[in-house]
């Protein structure tokens, strides 16, 4: 009997509660009280054989020695030889950093103030850009021309210098007569402001280098000296 509770010890080790034990202690309730009550006081002869009383006491033993263990077991002392159960330690995932990549910059081919740590200006690299001027941004040249205001046939210059691009000329008219400036290379006439009295009037044309002539085309003006040398360089 010993040593069936010993090998019936390890089954239940694992058990941490005490249901075995419940379950072998009725098991035995219920098997003594069926041998006195159920069948003991109804047949005073039970058990009438010599094997049937070795069969009742080898049950009755076994039960015995099942509560008794599962008693031992589920008492929370762990039996000697008995290895605890090992707990699995479920790791945590090691997140995988990638290494940064390093940007990199391209060259920049204006001219850039750096300091180092120390305050101290460094060299500047790249060719610094040439800075662009009034009269190389705009080509070109804006004129005034103004007619006499006493009423006499000429302009107040003769001569008019321009660079060459655009080429702006304002022209304003005092006198009591009709005028208008008329721009020609040659004799091909490139443009002319309207023939007008009081204010003034633009003309704007887009003249390459060389010599023109301006005058005012009204019948007669011309003649009278009313022109003069237009110079773009």
């Known amino acids: 009997m010993h040593a069936l509770a010993l090998q019936l010890a390890p089954v239940f080790a694992a058990e941490k509660s005490k249901v075995p034990f419940y379950i072998a202690g009725g098991v035995l309730v219920v098997w003594a009280l069926t ?12 058990p009438s054989t010599v094997g049937g ?16 263990t599962t008693a031992v077991v589920t008492s929370g002392v762990p039996a000697k030889g008995s290895v605890p159960p090992t707990k699995t330690v479920e790791q945590a995932p090691v997140p995988v950093v990638s290494a940064p990549v390093p940007a990199t910059s391209s060259p ?12 101290q200006p460094t060299a500047t690299t790249g060719t610094p850009a040439p800075a662009s001027s009034p009269s190389s941004a705009k080509a070109g040249s804006s004129l005034a021309l103004a007619a006499n205001p006493s009423g006499a046939l000429a302009y107040n210059t003769k001569q008019l210098s321009a660079k060459a691009g655009t080429v702006t000329i304002t022209m304003a008219n005092m ?51 009313m022109e003069g040398t237009l110079n773009v360089s």
């Not at 309207?194 to 280098?209: A, D, H, I, Q």
């Open 175 to 225: 006198s009591p007569l009709e005028h208008n400036v008329t721009v020609a290379e040659g004799s091909k006439v490139l443009g002319a402001t309207p023939t007008f009295k009081g204010g003034t009037r633009t003309l704007t044309l887009k003249l390459k280098p060389g010599k023109y002539v301006f005058y005012c085309s009204v019948p007669g003006h011309r003649q009278a000296g």
């Open 35 to 46: 041998l006195s009550l159920g069948i003991g006081m109804r047949r005073p002869d039970f």
């Open 53 to 68: 009383q070795r069969a009742i006491m080898a049950v009755s033993a076994v039960l015995v020695v099942a509560a008794i």
């Open 108 to 119: 920049s081919s204006s001219s850039s103030s750096n300091t180092t740590a120390a305050g």
